[in-house]
């Protein structure tokens, strides 16, 4: 990050900024502009104040007029409760847009993720970036939330300046009487000009020391965020009940507490960020708020001096010190914005790097108009998942033809998963073809294609919603198809335990009446959700992986039963699951090696040979049958 930001010029940091500020404004216009209101009225209201007391204490110094001190405390305290209103009006505004602005800029991340193709939301390189910024947001606060508060500081302390400008244009331009002795070098235009700039001197010396100590902290961003992940990990394993047991056999806790507790860790007394308070960082902070100081000395200098040899009135000094202290405020600011803003344009370079990404899958015009005879065919079909040389497939040829039973069997890695996900348009083949009744299928909606499958993935997914809406995979659904659909899949025996039936919530995620659900449960809500959907083609990617062996072929020839118009396709480690299939393709190592019936795969030497006498065991008394 370091390098990262070494490399950011200002023209790319203004850009990215600017870029960033109109993505959050296009998004969020009423957080932005709830913002931007407040900090600008937040800005220019201080003047009223100042300007009126200059007012009330130069006519008490002066005049002492009865009648221009009433009226100056009244328009005073008009003006004081007229502020105050507005400023309780905007912040509501402000507090009300901004309520849960973690989330809304957490979710503009989310809905970029779901609108990528699944091979892009597959791929390593997405989630590394993904987390990169994560990790870079919640450790420094760099990125997106930054440039919020970046915009809306800019803006206030613009309009501080403004507001300094107006109300301390006229103490230069005082001149002192000609009889003020050696007072009048005051008037002569070189002192004006050296008294401006040794005070914008000072003024950008503050912040520049301020910029250079928060740089340490963004040079050391990795650092920071791999503390924040050690934390965030060992941190919090005592509160998760999945690892309470091992945490206690094994005493893991001494781990948890080696790496939280660690002096020499991140965020530890002897740690590098400590290193970093105690020595430049601390120091930089330190000469900044001493740099401050001294200008305060020049400011009340010059201007003492000024009203000393009679330019103003003593009402004038309090105007002009309070002024030329908030228009100090505002340069150093706007200066200690910018550098904090070319800071944290490294942190959003991934960002638009990521929200850049453009879904890769070309989605064609024709729609899938099936016809009961239909067919899919892989020809010559190899894959190579995403930043790899091997092949995950390699030339594929086979036909899947309307109300077949398939089942797909091979070991571990030997490319089941992936023939199935290139069969779902998952990912695009990276060499060869494959067609659905003759016609690629890359020349149908994506969309239109994928609904004519209905798929229980091996890592499928149950959310913390209501029963039903798990089950139809949407808000509103038929009920009573619903509790069809989970009386065929084996479900109803505990649904009829649940006084709230298909409204029941899953899991206490978000409602503490949560229900929670076994492994096997879990398998069979998932082979519910496949009946709801009703598609054309049912694959089965060993979804029964929790149950054993005897209940898993119980589930598969239950299922079989239920699908009977449809095409089906099971994929299982447990061969025995797969004998009702008439078909069974064997992959081993990527490649289809092996296809037939289970009597004529068994009946000869070869893979499925082999993987069947392997697992004998478990089913010797069907395979006597």
């Known amino acids: 990050m370091e390098k990262e930001r070494k490399d950011v010029s200002l023209r790319e940091a203004f850009s990215l900024n600017l870029r960033a500020f109109r993505l959050l404004r296009r998004h969020f216009p009423a957080l932005m502009a709830s913002r931007l209101v407040l900090s600008v009225w937040s800005a220019l209201t201080p003047y009223a104040g100042i300007y009126l007391s200059a007012r009330i204490i130069g006519e008490l110094a002066g005049n002492r007029d ?306 009961g005879q239909d067919t899919i065919e892989f020809r010559h079909v190899s894959f190579r998942y995403p930043g790899t040389e091997a092949y995950a497939l390699r030339d594929v040829n086979l036909t899947i033809r309307a109300g077949q039973r398939l089942a797909v069997v091979g070991q571990n890695g030997s490319g089941k998963t992936t023939f199935i996900k290139l069969l779902c348009r998952l990912y695009d083949p990276t060499e060869g073809q494959i067609l659905l009744n003759g016609r690629g299928i890359r020349e149908y909606d994506t969309d239109e294609y994928m609904k004519l499958f209905s798929v229980v993935f091996q890592d499928f997914r149950l959310f913390a919603w209501p029963l039903g809406q798990n089950v139809a995979a949407k808000e509103d659904y038929d009920k009573a198809l619903v509790e069809t659909c989970l009386e065929k899949a084996g479900f109803a025996e505990r649904l009829s335990q649940w006084p709230k039936g298909t409204e029941t919530w899953l899991y206490k995620n978000i409602s503490p009446e949560g229900v929670d659900v076994s492994g096997g449960e879990a398998q069979k809500l998932a082979l519910a959700r496949t009946l709801y959907k009703s598609a054309p083609f049912v694959i089965l990617d060993e979804p029964t992986a929790a149950l054993d062996p005897l209940a898993e072929a119980d589930v598969y020839s239950r299922f079989n039963d239920l699908i009977s118009g449809n095409t089906a396709i099971y994929i299982s480690h447990r061969l025995s699951s797969c004998r009702f299939c008439g078909d069974i393709l064997v992959f081993h190592e990527g490649k289809v090696v092996q296809r037939g019936s289970h009597e004529e795969l068994t009946a000869k030497e070869g893979k499925y040979a082999e993987l069947w006498n392997a697992q004998a065991q478990y089913y010797r008394e069907s395979a006597s049958t």
């Open 66 to 371: 009865a009648r221009t001190l009433v009226l100056l405390a009244v328009v005073t305290l008009a003006a004081e409760a007229l502020i105050s209103l507005g400023s309780a009006l905007l912040t509501k505004w402000r507090d009300s847009a901004c309520a849960g602005q973690y989330f809304q800029v957490h979710h503009l991340l989310a809905k970029k993720m779901l609108e990528l193709d699944f091979a892009q939301a597959d791929d390593p390189r997405t989630h590394a970036l993904l987390s990169l910024i994560r990790q870079n947001r919640n450790g420094g606060g760099w990125g997106l939330d930054r440039v919020i508060r970046n915009m809306e500081r800019v803006l206030s302390y613009v309009f501080t300046l403004l507001g300094g400008l107006t109300l301390t244009a006229t103490l230069f331009a005082s001149r002192v009487p000609e009889n003020a002795g050696s007072l009048s070098f005051l008037n002569h235009p070189l002192c004006s000009l050296a008294a401006a700039g040794l005070m914008l001197a000072v003024t950008l010396l503050a912040p520049a020391l301020a910029v250079r100590a928060d740089g340490y902290f963004a040079r050391r961003a990795g650092d920071h965020n791999l503390g924040n992940r050690l934390f965030g990990f060992y941190g919090w394993l005592g509160y998760e009940p999945r690892y309470a047991a091992d945490m206690r056999i094994y005493r893991q806790d001494r781990l948890c507490d080696k790496y939280n507790s660690d002096k020499k860790g991140t965020f530890g007394s002897q740690g590098a960020f400590a290193h970093l308070a105690r020595g430049p960082v601390g120091l930089c902070r330190a000469a900044s708020a001493a740099v401050s100081a001294l200008f305060t000395l020049l400011a009340y200098a010059f201007v003492c001096l000024k009203a000393w040899a009679g330019a103003f009135g003593v009402g004038e000094v309090t105007q002009y010190i309070a002024a030329i202290t908030k228009l100090s405020g505002g340069i150093s600011g706007l200066a200690g914005e910018w550098g904090d803003m070319r800071n944290n344009a490294a942190f959003l370079r991934p960002v638009f790097e990521f929200l850049d990404l453009a879904p890769e899958h070309r989605d064609g015009a024709a729609r899938t108009a099936l016809t």
